[in-house]
């Protein structure tokens, strides 16, 4: 079964077992819709099912209290592991948005369809969503997931034309 994160625990809150949640949706009225959850490890090799008992929201962050998790040891236990749903229990997108986890693996290419890199991760930014690129030649690169620059993304076609701005590739590109 396909499953899409929701959040990651970041840290324990309090001393009953309540794990802050930072939001990986845009809406943090989402959490308070979750029954029944998987927790995933970073390095998704272990999995743990549970279900969501209370959620409060305080200071950005979604206070979930897990069944089974009792004391903040056991939340400190899961730190960064995200907190995931079924696919199919998934808000219906509007016509330009997309799930962060399915822009992972396009391929960017310019509008003279030169290969710009591939999107290796998506991540939250000081000023928004940002796409971590690795170039063909393996130096990475950040692009700003915006309308003017990201002119065109085809989730079928696993890819997304750009309009890059002129040496954006190699202000922090490092080698691998």
Known sequence: MNRIAVGVIRKAHGVRGEASVEPWTDSLDRFDDLESVTLVSPEEAQTRQTSVESVRIHAGRAL????????PEDVQALHNWTVEIPESEARALEADEYFLHDLVGLRLVDAEGRDRGVVTDVYEGGGGMLLNVKRPDGKEFEVPFAADLCTSVDLEAKRMVVSLPEGIEDLDAVDE
Request: net charge neutral.
């Open 64 to 71: 979930l209290k897990f069944a089974g998790i009792e004391t």
